[in-house]
C-alpha cells in the first residue's frame, strides 16, 4: 500500500473549522484598516533573491539561514519564497511608481516563508499582515500606526498584549554605538556564547537580543544605543511617545528591541503577550527611512509593521473565544426526480433572495435527509416531494421551533423564508 502524502513540515492545512475563524478575522482586519485609509497591495509570493538579500540585510538570521531559495531551471535565475512582505512592498511601488502623487499608506496579507525550526506559534509557512505607510516622515504615522494596532487587539477583544518601543536613530548614530559596543564586548569575549561570537562583527546590535540567560549580566552593562542618539533621533522619539501618551496607550521603553531585519530606523516597536510561551511576539514595525531609497527609488520615508496572523489567532483561542459557525439559512431536502429539479429551483430563487441555502445532494430516504438537514444547523427545512413539485408547492419546516410545518406556493418561498427568520431575529435579538 502506498503511504499517504503529507505536507511539509511546519505547513499548515488550515481545515474548515478553522479557516471561517481565519475568515472572520480577515474581514475584520480589512473593515478596521478601511478606517485608517490604507489600500490594499497584492504582491507576488515569489521574487529575485537579491530583492531579499538588498533589503533586508545579507547577515541577518532571516537572509542567512531562513530563505527558501532556488534557481529557476529555465533562466538560472536566483529565486526566493518570500520571508516578509515590505521588500516586496517597497519594489512594488518603486516598479510602479506609486509616490508619484505623494504618500501611501498600503496594505497586503498572505503566506510568508521561513525555513525556521517548526514549534508552537513558529512555522515554515505562516501568514502577516503588512501594513506600510510610505512617504510620511514625522512621529505622528509612527503613533497612528501604534494606536491602530491598540483598536485592533480592542476590536478583536483581545486583553494582555502589551507594548515596547525603542529608538534605534539614524544609520551614523548606530554606527558610532557598534564601535562602542563591540568594544565592549570584546572585552569579554569570554562570556559570549556562540551565537554572540559568531555576531560580534556581523550584527552586534543583535547580541543584545539574546535570550541566552547567561549573558544578560553582559548584555545589561553593555554601551545603550539610546545614549548615543543626536537631538533629532531624541525629538521624534519623544514625538511618538507624546502622541501614545494622548491617546492612552501604555508602552515600555525596552532599549534592548532591536529587529532582525537591517532596514530599521528611529522608531521600533513590538506587541507581546506572555500567554503563547517563547513565540510571544504578535506584531512588529517600525520605522524605515533608508528602505526605499537602497532599493533603487527616490529618497522617501516610511513606516511600517506586519502581525502573525497563527499567533493572534492562538491567542485569541486561548482567551476563550468561540467563533461563530457558518450555518445554512435553509436546507432544502426532496425526493423523486421532478421533486429534484423543483428542489433545484427552489434553492436558486433563495439564493437570489440572499439566503443561504444547503440543497441535499446524494438522495437517502426524507428521513436520512432531515437528519442531515438538522445537523446542518439551518433554522429551516424546505421539503419537497412530487406531490409539492406537481402542485408548485414548498413545505416549510422550522427546524429549531416548535412552529407547525407549512406548505406553501412557490412564488412565494423567499417572503415566507424571510418573514420566518425575521420574527426568530426579533424573538431574541439574534438567529
Ligand atoms: P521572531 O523574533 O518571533 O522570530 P521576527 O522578528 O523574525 O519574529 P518579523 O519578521 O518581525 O518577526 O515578523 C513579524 C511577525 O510575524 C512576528 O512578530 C510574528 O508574529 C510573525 N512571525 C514571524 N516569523 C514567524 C514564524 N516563523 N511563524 C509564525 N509567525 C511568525
Ligand atoms: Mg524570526
Redo the contacts with the bound molecule.
Sequence with gaps: MSQTLQAIR?MNDILPADAELWEQFEEQVRDWLRAYGYLPIRMPMVEPTPLFARAIGEVT??VEKEMYSFTDGLNGEQLTLR??GTASCVRAVLQHNLLYDGPKRLWYMGP?F?H?RPQK????Q???VGVEAMGFAGPDIDAEQIVMCARLWDDLGLEGIRLEINSLGQPEERARHRSELVAYLSGHADKLDTDAQRRLHTNPLRILDSKNPHMQELVDGAPKLIDYLGEASLKHFEGVQALLREAAIPCRINPRLV???DYYNLTVF??VTDQLGA?G?????GRYDGLVAQLGGKPAPACG????????LALWLDQGNRHAVQVPDVYVVHQGEAAALHAFRAAERLRDAGFAVHLHCGGGSFKSQMKKADGSGALLAAIIGDDEAAANQVSLKPLRDEVEQRRIDFDELADTVGTLLYEWEDDDGSI
Design positions: 511546519g538570521d532571516i520571508p516578509e510568508m521561513r525556521e506559534g513558529r512555522y515554515r505562516f501568514h502577516q529587529r532582525g531585519l513590538e506587541w513565540q511576539t504578535v506584531c512588529a514595525g509593521f506586519a502581525m502573525g496572523i497563527e499567533r493572534l
